[in-house]
């Protein structure tokens, strides 16, 4: 209870103190500028308020339909596009584009992409309040909740469990009927308004603001702490601010801020003379202000608001050329030449105006030293005055002349010194010294500016920078298209040129100031231990160092904030500056600003390609024949009237670049492959938008798709495996054909030797039956029918064994030993097992060597003859070695017996067996053919080495 108290009475001194500064403040409330959207815009009369979309856009709520506004254009969404009811108080944006409204029908329905949707949801109470959570939408009828999901489902539920997680436990006892709005935060809390007009705000130390017709209440728990307001009008426009969590009311001219514990933060007075009651308040995005009201909205700039800078009331519209503070009172001269004397209460009292037509000749300059008042007249005369600050009357100008120069056409004077008066006239350049009351020339001739600083002048003339010390020149410095010139040390000057250059010169030479470039500099001055440069369309707060000159420490850039095209004097009188301008004099604190710049969004609305469009996508794909894009794209600069300035990047197999302030961009006939699309948007103040991306993808066409090529790989495969396979017939056919020639070739061979096998054995038998050996005829006849069976037999196979060859071998050397009566004999040496005998080999291709062997080495040899036959491996292959100790091969040719064409017949055959086998079969067969030597290189016989590899038949 004693906590309770204690919080009480804090809270009332909180607010008791807010109360005060808020009556210190609302006398010293300014008066801002805006942006006025109105009837010249065809805006609706009755105006309810302002919403700003997930996009950005505005929406404007009226009676008479809601109203799309994205800084330059207006689209307007009444009953012919899908309104039930065209009176809509309420619109909610929700994270999946939807922006529902409620009307007087009590029709459930949103907006997306410009298109109204309708839910099959009728009540037949009022849909008062609707709000949304992170992901669902919640509505009320009063007395039922409901919950929209993102599939546009309708349920419904108990709000008070669903909302209690979203609320101070503070505000669980008060009840929530009858809702009018829902509200949530970045947070997850909610501001809930209710039809007694209790705004309850997420705060700690606040739980309810009571609003009535003309006061504001600060409530806790039910408890009355404190009326914050009590004003003679409608009640106040309570809005709280989302983006910085203050609290913020409006009245009929003043706006009001203050913090979570009713500190005041700001007051500040603004323009309504239309004086409507402020319906609404909206802080968008960017931190600038929407005021509606019945039928206009003004749009405030939040570097007004948060700067305090306003504009001195009645001076708005005027050129003001000169203003000084004088016995703490404003005293400006316009372009009309009219002196104006500026006064607490706002108002502009004339103090001196031109009585005469003074065209084409030089304008009225004044200047104010001591207590008296100076004034430049046309005629050239500069006359002394007493001015009377209350007097409030025009000067009289018959007092006396402490400068004419009538002749010489005045037409500049300026006060450059605390003693001093300097002025420019038609062909001279000089000073009227105060004190001592003399009038003294310094140069003849055009001059454009004079300066003074420690006894030194800078004066400044068409293409040279003159530098005196009052009684001698100086120096003379050449530089072209000199505007003015402005002392800064004893040793430095500023000098501005006609090209927007400025320079700082020293003695002898002078060096560009780069960060002047592109500022037409009106004037130099210093104020509280400051330099302070006066530009164009601002100025700058600067030190002076002895490396370059100056030390920039703030640029106050504010034309584009205030819209004015010129400025043409400022004065500082204390923390507050007062600029003239083309347009008037405003007024701020220059050591609380701070620029705050412009984040406008920037993104692409709509792709539209030949045949389709879409919507924005972070990535798309896109079929070959859809090759020609077109980006629609937009920026967002509310407080901006000029053009938004789009640069477009386009990046793929080559970059494509493009500047517009056209928000559509073509491509036309891209090559496929895969593009990265960004869009910059800048305004004309130089703030940027962040840069937003996009892919896309261009598919190639089918013909250089990966399937065309895998199919193609694989028909490719396919005609080769035909083409193969054709062949392979081909060569299969043709090899069948060969080999039939083969078999039949191998069988004329055979053919052929089998009669002169038999020719020998007869012939052999036939010596025995002559020389009446008919025993040895008889078993010689014996073998050799047994020899013939065996021979035919193999004969019909063209592959035997090596045991059956060797068989036949050792058969026809016993026909053969009987037919030399055994003075020949046979020695085998085998090595091979008994597997390997077992491998096959041509049949008949041993026994016509071992013939030869017989025939032709052992035939004319004298003594006994010996044939050895030996088999082994070597490697891969089969050997077979058949060795004789004859005559040799050279011997036997020269006896040129018949057996010399028997042998090449022999040895013929045997080379086209080999050719044939090899025709038809995988087969390897070599021989060779070796003489051999005794000791004496005698001929002792010969060799023959048959090697044999078989694939086919191992």
Known sequence: MKTEIKNYFHIKRVVLCAVFLFQIHFIVGQQFPSKQLGLKDNLAQDLYRVVQDEKGYMWILSSNGIIKYNGKDFKHFGIQNGLSDEDVFNFVPDKQGRNWLINNANDLMYLRNDSIYQLPFKSSMRIYAIGKDNENIVFTNRRKTFLIDSNDSIKEIDFLPYIKSFLDTSLMNYPFKDL????????????????????????????????????????????????????????????????????QFFTEGNHFVFDTAFNVLNVVKFINPQNNFIKSVLKDRNGDYWLVSNDIIDIVDKNIIENEIAWLPNTQNINVLDIEIFEDELIMQSSDNTIYQYKEDTELHVLYEKTRDVSNQSNIKFLLYGNDFYIMEPSGAVIKNALDIDAYKNINLIKKSILDLRERRLKKIKKISDTQLGYLSRFSVGYYDFEFKEKKILSKGLRTGISYKGGVYYIAGLDTLHVHSGQHKINKIPLKNIKNVYAVTNEKCLVSTKLQETYICDGGSCEIVNELKDKQVQHIFIADGFYWILYNTGFIKAEVNSANGFTFIKDFELAHILKFNWINDLIINEDQVYVATDRGVFKFNHERYAFISDQFPAFIEQIVTDNQSFDFKSFIELPYEERDITFYCSALSYMDEDPIHYDYVLKGDKEYYSHSTNGEVSYTNLSPGVYEFNLKATNENGSESEVVHMKICIQKPWWQKWWFYIACFFIFLFLIYILTKVRINAIQAKAKVEQKFAELELNALQSQMNPHFVFNSMSSMQNLIQQKEFAKSDMYLAKFSRLMRMYLESSKKKYNSIQQEMEIIETYFLLEKLRFQDKISLEIENDLSSKQMERMIPSSILQPFVENAINHGLFHKKGIGNVLVRLYTKGKFICIEIEDNGIGREASQRLKSNSIQHESRAIGIIDDKIKAIKKMDNYSIEYEIIDLFNEYEVPNGTRVVILIKNTNHG
Request: net charge positive.
């Open 180 to 247: 009018r709005e829902i509200r949530n935060y970045p947070n997850g809390k909610f501001l809930l308004n209710s039809r007694t007009q209790y705004t309850h705000l997420p705060y700690q130390n606040l739980s309810k603001l009571y609003n009535k017709r003309d006061e504001l209440d600060a409530l806790q728990k039910e408890l009355l702490i404190q009326k914050i307001l009590k004003l003679n009008s409608y009640r106040p426009v309570v809005q709280d601010c989302v983006y910085d969590n203050n609290i």
